[in-house]
């Protein structure tokens, strides 16, 4: 199924964090039951309040010190070092997979790790303790009010040209941890196909846009990709 010089294209999403309890956005529990998405991830919603915008980011960027990538996470990097040509492209904005070792990844919806000036586009990693209250924390650059580097709904998503380049050459395209409920995304399992490439899904529950893939792994994936990555590579190397 995956060779080593097999071109692989992997798209995670919020179920790959699960594990290490960050929770999901559509699971009973998700983030979004306490708050609209208009009101918290939309740029109409940091417009007209932008202190309960900016509080629901310090919440989530704060919880990044507590948590740690888990076996998903660290299997996925295990893969790319394996793999002659691969790319990681993350919905998730938290910094587990460059914590497991991942190093070709897009985030394609922004970083919690990082603050953009809406004044002069400056972007800037800042994790430190008075970076993480509710008061609002000015440009290193120009001094005005920064915002979360993150891809609200209606917004463009980051490096879509080179995401879609990928999608356009690759072999294999494998999506893990992702309800394919928001576009762009949801369409790179199309754009894989259409180019011939074999899709997997990795997933807790069948992705609405499960009749599209070749293969179906349904369960954790801190469980399961462990084991397909260790057989992959067990297979490829005795071809
Ligand atoms: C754009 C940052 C144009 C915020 C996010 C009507 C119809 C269709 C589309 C639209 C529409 N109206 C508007 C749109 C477009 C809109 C959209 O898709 N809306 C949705 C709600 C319908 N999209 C946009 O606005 C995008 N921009 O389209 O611009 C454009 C397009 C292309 C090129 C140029 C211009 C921008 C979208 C970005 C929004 N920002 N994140 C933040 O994080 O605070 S999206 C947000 O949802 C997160 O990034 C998250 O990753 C993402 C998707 O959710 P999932 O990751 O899939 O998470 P979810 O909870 O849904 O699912 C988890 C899955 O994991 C489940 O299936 C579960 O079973 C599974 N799971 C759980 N535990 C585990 C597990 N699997 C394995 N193991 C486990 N342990
Ligand atoms: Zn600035």
Request: hydrophobic share 35%.
């Amino acid at each position: 199924m995956i060779a080593k010089n097999t071109r692989v294209v992997v798209l995670t999403g919020a179920g790959i964090s699960a594990e290490s309890g960050i929770r999901t956005f559509r699971a009973s529990d998700g983030l979004w039951e306490e708050h609209r998405i208009e009101d918290v991830a939309t740029p109409q919603g940091w417009r007209d309040n932008p202190q309960l915008v900016w509080s629901f980011y310090q919440q989530r960027r704060r919880q990044l010190l507590e948590v740690e990538p888990n076996p998903g996470h660290i299997a996925l990097a295990e893969l790319e070092r394996y793999l002659d040509d691969f790319l990681l492209v993350t919905q998730n904005v938290d910094d587990l997979h460059e914590r497991a070792g991942s190093n070709n990844l897009i985030h394609m919806h922004g970083e919690l790790e990082k603050l953009r000036c809406e004044d002069c586009g400056h972007i800037e990693a800042m994790m430190d303790e008075e970076h993480l209250t509710d008061v609002f924390v000015a440009c290193t650059n120009c001094g005005s009010r920064l915002r979360p580097h993150i891809v609200w709904f209606g917004e463009i998503p980051l490096q879509t040209h080179e995401i879609e380049n990928a999608l356009s050459q690759c072999d294999v395209f494998i999506a893990i941890g992702t309800s394919g409920h928001v576009y762009p995304a949801s369409n790179y399992l199309h754009k894989a196909s259409m180019h011939g490439a074999r899709t997997i899904c990795i997933n807790l529950d069948p992705p609405e846009n499960i009749e599209f893939f070749n293969d179906f792994f349904q369960g954790k994936s801190g469980e399961l990709l462990p084991e397909l990555v260790e057989q992959w590579i067990k297979d490829s190397t005795v071809e």
